[in-house]
């Protein structure tokens, strides 16, 4: 059987970016995470996976949110075999005045 679990408005702050004003002070961010996994004898925690995301997200700094993206999408899969597909986007809610920029990336690991 195939599970998903989806993590939506997951918020808080980091220091992610390139701008001089990003690398000094964290930003709010917002994650929009869906992850497709097949149960065997295990589950996986939403709990844990949300303070796998955040720690992971808040400890590197990233300059990219596709770095970010990416990294975390890997470290998800090496914590949790199970997974099959993993879509996450990461939303800067206040960086720009006129709009939130996101990106979003989608792993097939079957």
């Known amino acids: 059987m195939e599970y998903t679990i989806r993590l939506e408005q997951l918020s808080f702050d980091a220091i992610i970016g390139i701008l001089p004003q990003e690398r000094s002070s964290p930003q709010p961010l917002e994650i929009f995470l869906e ?9 996986i ?3 844990s996976l949300e303070t796998l995301i955040i720690r992971h997200i808040q400890k590197n700094k990233f300059h ?3 770095e970010a993206l990416q990294e975390t999408l890997f ?3 090496k914590s949790y075999p199970s997974v099959k597909k993993v879509t996450m986007r990461i ?3 206040t960086i720009l005045s006129h709009c939130i920029p996101s990106v979003s ?4 690991f079957s």
Do not use: G, Q, W
């Open 35 to 43: 992850l497709v996994y097949e149960k065997k004898e295990d589950f």
């Open 45 to 47: 925690d939403y709990a």
């Open 64 to 66: 990219l949110l596709e």
């Open 75 to 77: 470290l998800i899969k």
């Open 91 to 93: 939303k800067k809610p």
């Open 105 to 108: 990336l989608s792993l097939n």
